[in-house]
Each structure stands twice: as structure tokens, then as C-alpha cells.
């Protein structure tokens, strides 16, 4: 039994006569990607070896009781209670979620309890009781918000009996944060957390979650990562204007090419499509892009400026804001882009690990290079990101660090360094050197852990 499990049979906040279900969903870092799962494009991630803890158990009384204790150190309200009417109640919900800073980090796991008790009312009825732990680092860029909806998501469609996994559970997961909790995330994140593994990369085209075979990197390389200190949140505004000017990108070039673009509801979380490139900006081949599309797009434009050249916004899950400009011309290449530069690493790790090719791990750092300044075009960027990964560039691969770039939306979070498993030392210098610069002790990433699917349920039987 695990230290987790342990400390749950203790706690009075659990009945002593129902089961305890316990699930585990550890973060993740883009290795490659980032920005490119809500265009369609693939991604490349890997999980880490940090982790949330779920625990759940049904109720009879009709009331949803969260508990996170860790949270009281970030100032936040540790212990709230909600009830099944207020839990059910969409709008209603967003409204208590988002009431004070103190409850926010509710809507993860509220917003989970939501769409279960929606869908099977007659399960979830009772209520639940979750309690969670977890010591994935918030704000940093490795999925803290996917691990706590997998991890609560799996616990608790366990503990109700419910035909719910696989990428239909992930699915589940990201309309919770994008509806709920109103965070405009792709499902990359649910789906490396659900699926990925030890030792493994996930490789995942985001159409909307088709997962191919997992890939070990070649025997010789490892990822390591390394916290900039800068907070990152896929809520920022850097994050949300990068989103929307891709999607006046697509649009933009649907409309140059007449291409019709509408509005598909059919599923879960509602989208735009059209009959050339199925609504998917990434599935734009970046030498046709390049052209006919590129010189035709404005490098920026306004939310006014745009309703007017294109008259709908083609993202439901982004605001166009006065004020703020947006670098269209760059969010289109990138997403266009980015995909031919993931796709070539995903190849490369695939060939490479049986010839330890130094010539292919170059390329696969130059890839990443590549991408992290891609991001700083998009707005995405920033100095200590840069710093991070300037400070990997001047080891380079002759001591054994072949590339670095930022994991998750940008804007901050952790920068994701490959090298080989003997660059330790290389990889020290790097942290030191920005520990003395910065004046800040950053975490270090290192090793992974399976996903919530592949470490399983496990059930607390009642005590009596």
C-alpha cells in the first residue's frame, strides 16, 4: 500500500463503510509541440516523474466535498463543499468556481464532477468526496490542471461503475477546462497524462486525439527540465492572443482560397470546420503556406480589423479583445510549421535509436531551437526562457546538450533540454550558472512515471 493510500485510510474525512477509489495522474513536457493541439497538429510529450493523487468515495447525501490540503500554503481554501444542484447547474457553477481566488482551483475538479453527474444522473446522485494530493508544481508548464482532472476523473468514474476511458475520458477532462474552468486548452495534456508512460514519449495528432505508438528515445539521450521561475497559465493573455491569431489565420486563408468555413456541434466540445483542411490550420502544408498564404496575411491586426476583413471568429473558446494586437502572420506559420518541425522529430527519434546517430541528435535539437524561437515570434517568449536556453546552446553537443525550448503555452513555465544520459555534468552547469544570475534555486525536472491509465485503480475496501 502506498504512503498516499495510507494516509487516506486515516482521514476522517472518508466513511468507514463505503470504497475508497485511488487514481494517480503525473504531469507531462512537451518535448516537442506545444501550441499546435488546438490546429490539429502533433505533439510530442512525456510524462514526469511528479503526480496528483486522487481519491474518491461515494456519498449518499447529495453533497460534493473537496479537499486539497496543500493548497493552504498558496492561501487558498483547502476544504469546500458543494451540492449536487449547485454542481449540475453550468452557469451556476462557473459563477462559485470563480467567486474568489481563494476557491478557483475548484473548477478543475468540480468541473470533472459536473460533466459525470450530467451524463449518468443517476449514479452520481449522492455525491462524492475527493481528496487530493500532488506535488506537480503549479504555473510551471507541466499540466498540474490535466493531472488533477485525469486523476480525479478516473478515481471517480471507477468508484460510480461508469463506462468511461480512453480518449473519451481525456475528452471529458478538457471540456471540464474548457467550459468549466474556461482555460483554453487542447487535449493534448489529458491524453499524456492518461496514456503516456515511463521511459516513453507519446506521440499524439490532435484530430481530435488519435494516439500513435509510444517511442523511446534513443538509448543514449534523456529530457531533463528546468523551472524559469516565470509563472506560466494557459488563462494568460499571451497564451489566449497567440490561440485567437491562429485562428484569424485559418480563417483568413480559408477565405483566400474559398474555402467555406462553419460551425460543427457534433461533438463533445464544439469546433469549425470546412471541407479542405477539416477545420485543422496545422494540416496546411507549410511549402503551399509559404507560397500562397503567407505574404497575404497581415503581419498584425486588431479584433476590429479582423471582424472586418473575415466577420466571425472561428475559436469558441477565445475572446477577441480590444487593445490587444495580434500577431497573425506569425501564429499561422507557427502552427503550420511547428507541425513539419514535429513530425521530422518524431522521425528522427524513431531512426535514430538504433544507429545513436550524433548527426540525427543534432538535428533533433535544432528542431527545438527552432521551435523556442517560433514561440518568442508568436509573443510567447521571454528573457529568462531565453536565458535557459541560450545557457544550453553555449554547452552544445560537444558537451552532450544537443537542444532546449519551452514545454506548454509559453509566456514562462519550464524549458525542456535534451541531451545525452552521460551530460550530467553539462546539464549542472546550465542550472548553476542561472541559479547565480537569477539569484532563484529552480526545479529540475528528471525521470518519468506511467500515466493514470497504465498505473491503474486501486480500490479501498470498506473498513467495516
Not at 533533433?364 to 508568436?378: F, I, K, P, V
Request: aromatic content about 8%; hydrophobic content about 40%.
Amino acid at each position: 500500500m502506498s504512503s498516499f493510500e495510507e494516509r487516506v485510510r486515516r482521514l476522517p474525512l472518508f466513511a468507514r463503510d463505503a470504497a475508497i477509489v485511488v487514481a494517480r495522474a503525473p504531469g507531462r513536457m512537451d518535448v516537442m509541440g506545444g501550441n499546435v493541439d488546438y490546429t490539429g497538429g502533433l505533439v510530442f510529450q512525456a510524462t514526469i516523474r511528479e503526480a496528483t493523487w486522487a481519491a474518491v468515495q461515494p456519498r449518499a447525501d447529495g453533497r460534493i466535498v473537496l479537499e486539497n490540503p496543500q493548497l493552504a500554503a498558496h492561501g487558498w481554501q483547502a476544504h469546500v463543499e458543494y451540492t449536487i444542484a449547485e454542481v449540475t447547474d453550468e452557469a451556476g457553477l462557473r459563477a462559485l468556481v470563480n467567486r474568489s481566488p481563494d476557491v478557483r482551483w475548484t473548477a478543475y475538479v468540480a468541473g470533472v464532477l459536473h460533466y459525470l453527474a450530467v451524463r449518468w444522473p443517476r449514479e452520481a446522485a449522492g455525491g462524492m468526496t475527493v481528496y487530493l494530493e500532488s506535488d506537480v508544481p503549479l504555473n510551471k508548464g507541466v499540466s498540474s490542471s490535466a493531472a488533477v482532472e485525469v486523476a480525479t476523473m478516473y478515481a471517480a468514474a471507477g468508484v460510480l461503475g461508469l463506462p468511461l476511458d480512453g480518449m473519451a475520458l481525456a475528452e471529458a477532462c478538457q471540456w471540464a477546462e474548457n467550459v468549466i474552468a474556461e482555460s483554453a486548452c487542447g487535449i493534448m495534456d489529458q491524453a499524456a497524462v492518461l496514456v503516456g508512460d515511463e521511459g516513453c514519449l507519446m506521440p499524439m495528432v490532435c484530430q481530435p486525439s488519435s494516439v500513435g505508438d509510444l517511442v523511446k528515445l534513443p538509448e543514449a539521450l534523456t529530457c531533463w527540465g528546468i523551472d524559469s521561475g516565470v509563472s506560466h497559465a494557459v488563462s494568460g493573455i499571451e497564451y489566449e492572443a497567440a490561440r485567437a491569431a491562429s485562428f484569424m489565420g485559418y480563417k483568413l486563408i480559408c477565405d483566400r482560397a474559398g474555402v467555406p468555413v462553419r460551425r460543427d456541434e457534433s461533438g463533445a466540445i464544439p469546433r469549425y470546420t470546412d471541407p479542405r483542411w477539416n477545420g485543422y490550420l496545422s494540416d496546411v502544408p507549410a511549402s503551399l503556406f509559404r507560397q500562397r498564404y503567407e505574404d497575404a496575411l497581415p503581419q498584425t491586426l486588431s479584433a476590429a480589423g479582423y471582424l472586418a476583413a473575415a466577420g466571425t471568429h472561428v475559436d469558441p473558446f477565445t475572446k477577441l479583445r480590444d487593445g490587444v494586437t495580434y500577431r497573425v502572420r506569425a501564429c499561422t506559420r507557427y502552427s503550420i510549421e511547428e507541425n513539419l518541425r514535429i513530425r521530422t522529430f518524431v522521425e528522427l527519434a524513431r531512426g535514430s535509436a538504433a544507429t545513436g546517430s550524433e548527426d540525427a541528435f543534432e538535428l533533433m535539437g535544432e528542431l527545438m531551437y527552432q521551435s523556442n524561437h517560433a514561440y518568442t515570434e508568436c509573443g510567447l517568449g521571454c528573457e529568462a526562457i531565453d536565458q535557459l536556453v541560450d545557457l544550453v546552446r553555449e554547452e552544445g553537443s560537444a558537451n552532450g546538450l544537443y537542444g532546449a525550448k519551452v514545454s506548454g503555452g509559453g509566456a514562462g513555465g519550464t524549458v525542456v533540454v535534451l541531451g545525452r544520459k552521460n551530460a550530467e555534468a553539462a546539464f549542472r552547469r546550465v542550472v548553476e550558472r542561472y541559479r547565480v544570475d537569477r539569484g532563484f534555486d529552480p526545479y529540475v525536472f528528471r525521470g518519468s512515471s506511467p500515466g493514470a491509465r497504465r498505473f491503474g485503480r486501486k480500490t479501498l475496501e470498506p473498513l467495516r
